[in-house]
C-alpha cells in the first residue's frame, strides 16, 4: 500500500480537504499551539536538526482540540504568502523517512509524522502533518551536540507549545499530559458503564411494567371483581383504582383524593415538569444549597465537583425536554415545557448578605444555557420550528431592574463562567461553556437523536440559535457592523462547515419562518460578521470558506427551476 493512500485512510483528511484547510491557516498567518510556519525545512546540521526536532517533539507534547489535536508545521510560506521552498527535499516520501530516520534516533516515544506536498503555482510547498498520539511526553533520549552549545539537545529534555512559543516541558505539563491520558484510557470504561447503566433502566422499566400488570390480574381475580367485570360491557370495565381507593387506605383528606382523582396522566407529567423547573430554581437561588457563590479558580477537583453538581440537578429536566421535543409530536406538553423554561428565565438575585463573585452569578446561568442547547438540538432535529418560536418569545426578567431579555442573552450572562469550566478541566477552550454543553449531551440524549450523526446534530442547532441573535440586532437597528451572531463551537471547528451548508442547501419550510427578518439578509450578516465572536487570543478557523448567504441563493435558484 502506497504512503499517500496510508496517509488519506489514517487523517480525518484526504489531500484536497488538506490542502484547502492549509490554505485557510496560511491566510490567517497566525501561528497558534500546534501550527508552525517555516521558509525551509533543513536538516544539515545539528542546529537544524535539533531546531526541527524540538519543534515536532513540542507540538507533539501538546494539546489543542482545534483541528482534532492534529498539528501542523508548514513549509514553504512566508508572511501569510505561499513562497515555496527551494533548499530542501522535494520528494516527500524520502524526506519523510528522513524526518522518521532523525525521531528514532534521537527521540522516545517517537512521534508519528506524515509529509506530504502540494503544488501552488508552480510553487512548491508542504506540510508535515503531526496526529495525536497517547504516548506522551516525547523527549530526547540521546543526546544531540551544536556549535552552537544553546542549541544542544540533552538527553531528558522535552519541549511544550505555550501559544506560539516553544518552551521546556514543567512538571504541571507533565501533570495535565497524565491526566489527559489517562482520561482517554478511561474513556472505553467508561462507555461500557453507560451502556450498562441505560440496559439497567430498561431492565428495571420491564419490571415494573410487569410487576403492575401481576397485580391488576390479581386485585381482578377477587371474587367481587370478578362477578362485577363479567356483567359490565367492555368498555366499562372496572380499574384498580376504582375498586381500592388507594388515597383513602393511605389516609389522604377528601380534598387531596377528589384532586388524586381529576388529576390525568397529562397534568401529572406537566405539574411534575414544572415541580421539576422549581426545584432547580431553588437550588440555583438558594444561599444554603451547596452551590457556592463565590467560587475560586486553580482548584480543579473543587471546580469540577460544582460543574458536575449542577448537571446533576438539571439532568431530570434536561431529558424530560428532550423527551418532549423529540416525541411530542402533537404538542401536548409543550405549554408545560414553556412554563417550566419561564421559571428558569430569571435573572440571578444575589440572596440579602450574601458575598458573591462575578464568576458565581454566572453559574446560575449554566443549567439555562445546557437546556436551551438541548431545545435547539432536539428541535432542530425533529422539525420543531413552531416550539423554537415560542422558546425565542420567552423573556430573561429582571427583577431589581424591571426589565427584561431575550433568552438567547444567557450566552453572554453565563461568560464569567467559561473561566471555571477551563479550571476545572485544566483546558484552554474558546468556547468551554459550549464544549461542556456538547459532551453532556451527548452522553446524556445523543442515542435519542438516530437521524443524524453527533456533529449534524449539534453544528445544525448552533447555527440555528445563533442566528437569532443578528435577527434580534436587526430589531433593535444596530448598526451593520454590530449584527454579530452568537458565538459558538462553530467559530473554531472545521467540521461544522458540512452539516451547516448541507442544512441551508437542504433548507426545511420552518428555518425561514424562525426569524423575523428575511433569512438572506441575516446569512449576510453572519458571513460579514461572525468572526468577530472568536475570543479573544482565538482564530475563527472554523468560519474559513463558509459562505451561507451564496449557498442559500444558489438553493432558492435550484427550487425555482424545478417544475
Avoid at 484536497?16 to 521558509?39: C, N, P, Q, R
Avoid at 501552488?120 to 544531540?144: E, T, Y
Avoid at 429536566?317 to 430569571?346: C, N
Wanted: charged letters at 25%.
Amino acid at each position: 500500500m502506497s504512503k499517500k493512500k496510508q496517509t488519506q485512510e489514517i487523517l480525518p483528511w484526504n489531500n484536497g480537504e488538506l490542502e484547502t484547510l492549509l490554505k485557510g491557516i496560511i491566510s490567517h498567518g497566525t501561528e497558534v499551539a500546534k501550527i508552525d510556519f517555516k521558509t525551509e525545512v533543513e536538516t544539515a546540521t545539528n542546529e537544524q536538526k535539533a531546531d526541527l526536532l524540538k519543534d515536532i517533539i513540542a507540538i507533539a507534547n501538546t494539546y489543542d482540540t482545534n483541528y482534532d489535536d492534529h498539528g501542523f508545521i508548514i513549509y514553504g510560506v512566508k508572511a501569510k504568502t505561499i513562497t515555496g521552498i527551494t533548499q530542501m527535499e522535494s520528494d516527500t516520501d524520502k524526506f519523510q523517512n528522513h524526518i522518521e530516520q532523525l525521531l528514532k534516533t534521537y527521540i522516545s516515544p517517537m512521534p508519528q509524522i506524515y509529509v506530504l506536498g502540494f503544488e501552488d503555482a508552480g510553487k512548491k510547498w508542504g506540510v508535515i502533518v503531526i496526529p495525536p498520539r497517547n504516548s506522551k511526553p516525547h523527549m530526547f533520549f540521546k543526546d544531540l551536540f551544536c556549535a552552537d552549545r544553546s542549541r544542544s539537545r540533552k538527553k531528558g529534555e522535552w519541549f511544550v507549545r505555550r501559544g506560539s512559543t516553544t518552551d521546556p516541558g514543567l512538571p504541571e505539563d507533565l501533570a495535565v499530559i497524565s491526566q489527559r491520558q489517562m482520561e482517554v484510557l478511561l474513556e472505553p470504561l467508561r462507555e461500557s458503564i453507560r451502556s450498562l447503566q441505560s440496559r439497567v433502566g430498561k431492565t428495571e422499566d420491564q419490571y415494573n411494567s410487569a410487576l403492575f400488570k401481576l397485580v391488576e390480574r390479581a386485585v381482578s381475580a377477587i371474587p367481587g371483581n370478578v362477578e362485577r367485570k363479567a356483567e359490565m360491557p367492555a368498555d366499562l370495565e372496572i380499574n384498580v383504582s376504582d375498586t381500592i381507593d388507594v388515597g383513602e387506605s393511605l389516609g389522604m383528606d377528601l380534598p387531596a383524593r377528589i384532586k388524586q382523582k381529576l388529576r390525568t396522566p397529562k397534568n401529572a407529567i406537566a405539574e411534575d415538569l414544572i415541580a421539576e423547573a422549581k426545584n432547580l430554581r431553588e437550588y440555583l437561588d438558594s444561599a444554603n444549597s451547596g452551590l457556592p457563590w463565590t467560587p475560586q479558580l486553580q482548584n480543579p477537583e473543587g471546580n469540577k465537583k460544582i460543574i458536575s453538581d449542577i448537571e446533576d440537578k438539571t439532568q431530570s429536566l434536561l431529558l424530560s425536554i428532550a423527551t418532549i421535543m423529540l416525541s411530542d409530536s402533537k404538542g401536548e406538553y409543550t405549554d408545560a415545557l414553556l412554563r417550566a423554561l419561564k421559571i428558569l428565565a430569571k435573572a440571578t438575585d444575589v440572596p440579602s448578605g450574601t458575598q458573591y463573585n462575578r464568576i458565581g452569578v454566572a453559574l446560575r446561568y449554566y443549567p439555562l444555557m445546557l437546556l436551551l442547547y438541548t431545545i435547539f438540538i432536539c428541535g432542530v432535529a425533529a422539525n420543531r420550528g413552531s416550539v423554537l418560536k415560542q422558546v425565542l418569545e420567552i423573556p430573561v426578567k429582571h427583577r431589581q431592574r424591571n426589565a427584561t431579555s431575550p433568552i438567547t442573552d444567557v450566552y453572554f450572562f453565563s461568560y464569567e463562567a467559561k473561566s471555571l469550566i477551563n479550571d476545572a478541566y485544566t483546558q484552554r477552550w474558546c468556547e468551554p461553556i459550549a464544549q461542556r454543553v456538547r459532551q453532556v449531551i451527548g452522553d446524556k440524549i445523543g442515542e435519542m437523536i438516530t437521524e443524524f450523526s453527533e456533529p449534524e446534530y449539534f453544528f445544525r442547532a448552533e447555527f440555528v440559535m445563533a442566528l437569532t441573535n443578528i435577527d434580534k440586532g436587526m430589531s433593535q437597528g444596530e448598526a451593520v457592523e454590530h449584527r454579530t451572531p452568537l458565538g459558538g463551537l462553530y467559530l473554531y471547528m472545521h467540521e461544522a462547515h458540512d452539516p451547516i451548508m448541507d442544512f441551508i442547501a437542504e433548507n426545511p419550510d420552518w428555518f425561514a419562518k424562525l426569524y423575523d427578518h428575511p433569512l438572506n439578509e441575516i446569512l449576510d450578516m453572519f458571513d460579514r460578521n461572525a468572526h468577530k465572536m472568536a475570543g479573544s487570543g482565538c482564530i475563527a478557523i472554523g468560519m474559513h470558506d463558509i459562505k451561507t448567504s451564496q449557498a442559500y441563493q444558489e438553493m432558492l435558484q435550484k427550487r425555482a427551476k424545478k417544475p
